[in-house]
């Protein structure tokens, strides 16, 4: 946990691109970032006409059920505040082992990659409440 | 009677046969490279089969020595042990079974106990006699120790075949683009569905592939954790972004599932491969439209 502070003490970076916001995580995801992440997604949604996250996994190799809830958590409440999340890009590894610990992440919406995300927020209805559930 | 040796150390059958198999070390490598088992094995030059003959009585000679004659795991045995695995190896290839081979080994033993009565012409009847045994359980146990041999080695063959088979039934096939599909054939044990469930992943990824179909035709029946399996590979699928549809369910099979209580609401599924892929080309937005209305068609 605290092995390398400068890493623990970065920031994810949460970019918009029109109305949606883009997160993209690398490596290893610490208490106290996963919590601001969580604060900053909330603000910036209610700040701007957020109807979209998208957030990309590609970087992350290894998982456990912290990252599964933090995810879980991001969406749920995105979902309050009328945005669908996205998580793109998981690494095969990674699936296998949220399989495995029982985390299938039944609320969550995933793509293959960040461009299929975007197609997939773009094509649905916008503003509205998450359509095709599956 | 061999009063000399009797002053100079003491006569134990087992020292006794330990130190007629280094007297004779080469007359016996040189006739068992005479019986069928070495000769068969070394057919290119028969210098190699006294080589393996000499090498073979030395560590008779340390088994015999160290007393532990009935010991498979002695010290000596352990020395050959690889040499035995080629020598058994190079038999079973021709199709040998284990219970032959041992019998060819049981064929070293005739001219060793021969050597060894010419060996000792001074001894009693009844050290001779003890001898003798001795000798012919050391081979006894090397008997042993070659059928153990090529029994691991028949088990390391069966494991390598079991995981090659293992990965020659799970092929995932692309079926269009973005549409893969594994037509799973056999039952479906937890290392297995681990297996589909890593190829089908990597192939999710490397075709960005959308759906991806798992034919369950070949699999010849479904319990509680076959189902289970399926439901783990259906959710790390969804987990990677693409969808997964179930397919090849036979009438039997889906009453075993509702009968069994299984729930596998949240998976798509379709009783057959077309159906399936039917479904995934319409998911995509592909039309299959049939050529040339009204013209006569090719079938």
């Known amino acids: 946990m605290n092995h390398d502070l400068s890493l623990s003490s970065a920031h ?35 700040r701007s006409p957020v109807t979209g996250v998208v957030i990309d996994i590609s970087g992350v ?70 359509r095709e559930p599956r | ?25 080469e007359q016996i490598a040189q006739r068992w490279a005479d019986e069928p088992l070495f000769r ?22 340390q088994v015999a020595e160290t007393g532990r004659v009935a010991d498979t795991d002695a010290a000596g045995f352990t020395a050959v042990r690889e040499q035995l695995t080629g020598m058994v190896a190079s038999r079973a290839r021709f199709g040998l079974t284990s219970g032959q081979v041992s019998t060819e080994v049981d064929g070293l033993r005739p001219p060793a106990v021969t050597l060894l009565a010419a060996d000792l012409p ?51 096939i692309r079926l269009w683009d973005g549409i893969v599909a594994v037509p799973l054939i056999g039952t479906l044990d937890s290392a297995r569905s681990q297996v589909v469930m890593e190829t089908l992943l990597e192939s999710v990824v490397d075709q960005q592939a959308r759906f991806a179909i798992l034919d369950i035709t070949g699999v010849p029946m479904v319990d509680s954790l076959v189902a289970q399996h399926l439901m783990k590979t259906v959710a790390a699928v969804r987990l990677m972004g693409a969808e997964c549809v179930v397919s090849g369910i036979r009438p039997a099979i889906a009453q075993t599932i509702v009968h069994l209580g299984l729930d596998l609401g949240t998976v798509v599924t379709r009783s057959s491969l077309a159906d399936a892929l ?16 009204g013209g006569a068609g090719p079938r």
């Open chain 2, 1 to 25: 009677m061999p009063e000399h040796e009797t002053a100079a150390e003491q006569t134990t059958p087992a020292s006794d046969v330990g130190r007629f198999l280094h007297r004779r070390r």
């Open chain 1, 61 to 130: 190799e290894i998982v456990d059920s912290f990252l599964g809830r933090v995810l879980a958590e991001i969406a749920a409440s995105s979902r309050l505040l009328a945005a669908q999340t996205v998580v793109a890009g998981m690494r095969p590894a990674v699936a296998i082992t949220l399989v495995e610990l029982g985390l299938s992440l039944p609320g969550l919406r995933t793509a293959l990659s960040t461009e299929a995300a975007l197609g997939m927020l773009a094509t649905a209805s916008p503003g509205g409440p998450r």
């Open chain 2, 122 to 172: 001074e001894a009693t009847p009844e050290h001779l006699r003890e001898c003798t045994t001795l000798l012919t359980v050391l081979m006894g146990t090397l008997r042993l120790v070659v059928l153990e041999t090529s029994l691991s080695e028949g088990q390391a063959l069966i494991d390598r075949q079991q995981l090659e088979l293992m990965e020659a039934t799970t092929p995932v």
């Open chain 2, 278 to 293: 039917a479904y995934a080309l319409k998911r995509l937005g592909a039309d299959i439209v049939i050529a040339a209305p």
């Open chain 2, 40 to 61: 068969t094995v070394f057919t290119v030059s028969r210098d190699e089969a006294v080589e393996a003959g000499r090498v073979l009585v030395d560590a008779l000679a």
């Open chain 1, 12 to 46: 994810v970076p949460v970019l918009r691109l029109g109305d949606v916001l883009l997160i993209t995580l690398q490596g290893d995801l610490h208490d106290g970032t996963a919590e601001q992440l969580q604060r900053d997604i909330a603000e910036q949604i209610v």
